[in-house]
């Protein structure tokens, strides 16, 4: 006849080396847990180098990122918000980020909350708006960061250009929307791709 479990030698021994052996459980909280090196926690985005492209919003499994674009009277700005009660930790974000810092994993795993608004982790960044039709074109840190990434090839690009050198304060900021595209002297202006392509047809 089979014995229980609890009866067996092999177990019993078990069961008694047990009793004089450290604990395999941690002692966290009462002694902070320090994870292994490769442990991903929750994702942080760095306000300085996040250029607010969205790629980690598009390539989010969980689609736990919002990209939020705000135009109105005020300033317009792009707000990535990320929730982190949905967020699965899985590290895509940080792996497909253009910068490669611009969201890092860290190795933060306790954090708790008590309604949805504790779990959002969000960063902000000005846009800049076509001048002739007010649409979207990027992020401002984004079209910076192509016009240092591109060097020298900005320059054939009048939008990232007019950036530029609006940046090092060369030329005045942006004109007024609602102007003439088709006017050849409007051709350096800053423009999404669509008003881009009607006045490159026009002029
Ligand atoms: S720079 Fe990185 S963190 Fe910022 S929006 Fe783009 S992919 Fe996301
Ligand atoms: S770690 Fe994964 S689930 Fe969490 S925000 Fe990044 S891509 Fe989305």
Redo the contacts with the bound molecule.
């Keep these: 006849m089979k014995l229980p479990a609890l009866f067996q030698i092999r177990v019993l021994k078990k069961a008694f080396a047990a009793l004089f052996s450290r604990p395999y459980t941690t002692s966290f909280p009462r002694v902070p847990f320090e994870p292994i090196l490769q442990f991903r926690g929750r994702p942080r985005?760095?306000e300085a180098?996040?250029?607010?492209?969205?790629?980690?919003?598009?390539?989010c499994p969980a689609d736990c990122?919002d990209?939020q674009d705000v135009s109105g009277p005020g300033q317009p700005l792009?707000r990535?918000v990320q929730h982190l009660d949905v967020c699965i930790c899985c590290g895509q974000?940080?792996r497909?980020?253009?910068?490669?810092?611009?969201?890092r994993m860290t190795n933060e795993f306790d954090f708790v909350g008590f309604q949805p608004a504790d779990f959002e982790e969000k960063?902000e960044?000005e846009l800049v708006l076509c001048e002739h039709c007010g649409g979207i074109i990027a992020?401002r840190?984004?079209l910076q960061?192509l016009v240092a990434r591109l060097g020298q090839l900005a320059y054939d690009n009048p939008t990232l250009m007019m950036t530029s050198l609006r940046e090092l304060g060369v030329v005045a900021p942006g004109l007024k929307t609602g102007v003439n595209i088709f006017h050849r002297g409007r051709h350096l202006s800053v423009q999404c791709p669509r008003c881009r392509r009607q006045s490159a047809l026009q002029v």
Excluded: F
């Design positions: 985005y760095s180098d996040c250029i607010g492209c969205g790629t980690c919003a598009e390539v990122i990209v792009r990535l974000c940080e497909y980020c253009p910068t490669k810092t611009g969201i960063v960044k992020a840190a984004h960061w």
